[in-house]
């Protein structure tokens, strides 16, 4: 395995690759994103333990999407069966997967928990659905504090998960060493991930103006605008999610076939995004 750094420009490459891969095969697309989300909200119906369940899911989902994206860069249909891509590679690679997963529910309900420091628990109880949101809460300083502290902290713990499902999938690397390595590679090429970050903020922008404007000849329709926000957010989520796996490419060489277990002829390769840029050692 060998670390690539590229360009800053490189960034806008990878949401313009999600958002292909997305026009390419948009119904199974939104559709395994769809039933992604729906197994996280189910499991965390389940007391006690249903969130952390629900959390410890989303490696497995990271990596499904990176599958689908690379099926259909391909020109193949994703499947459902891609949602289990991570539980049939192996009893090695499952058990990395479950331990990464334990990895991120114990990370974040760590940042949800310093959270509470600042509230009392109000942020936490609202973002995992106990609590619901008010116009006085929001207003709260202390939730707002509560708020931008999740946010501070939850952006280092999105870097060190946000190659890791690939590494453990794609390269056989052990959970602990796949943190490290997605951090390395997240730092090293800071520059394409701003670049990358402000993309998806703007084509969230954009998003948020045809809600408005739809809205406006819809005539304020809550129902209908409500609706529409909620279709517009789950598709570029969906766009966003499907976008990881051109990062990963760009970022990571690709394992040698020596290195390859016997059957990863059947899944495919993180493909490489339109315009993007060139291998080199």
Known sequence: ???????????????????????????????????????????????????????????????????????????????????????????????????????????????????????????????????????DIVQSSSFQAAMWLSMVLYLPLSLLFWHAPGLVHWHGVPPVKS????????????????????????VFALGGLVTSLLAGLLGGSLGAVSGIMVGLAMVMATMLFGSIVFTFRDCFEPPGRSAERPDDEERPAPPRPPGGPAEHD
């Open 1 to 135: 395995m060998k670390l690539r750094i590229v360009p800053a420009r490189t960034g806008l490459d990878w949401v313009k690759g999600g958002i292909f891969v997305f026009r390419r095969q948009p119904l199974a697309m939104a559709a395994l994103f769809f039933m992604s989300m729906a197994a996280m909200s189910l499991l965390s119906l389940f007391p006690l333990i249903g969130p952390a369940l629900a959390l410890a899911l989303l490696p497995s989902v990271t990596l499904a999407m990176m599958v689908a994206s690379a099926e259909a860069m391909q020109g193949r249909f994703p499947t459902p069966d891609v949602l289990l891509v991570a539980f049939r590679t192996g009893k090695e690679r499952l058990r990395h997967m479950l331990q990464l997963g334990a990895l991120y529910a114990v990370g974040f309900l760590l940042v949800i928990g310093l959270s509470a420091l600042v509230d009392g628990g109000q942020f936490a109880l609202v973002y995992l659905g106990r609590a619901e949101l008010t116009e």
């Open 179 to 202: 943190l490290f390595f997605s951090l390395v590679a997240c730092v090293r090429n800071m520059g394409a991930f701003v670049v990358y970050g402000l993309g998806w903020l703007g």
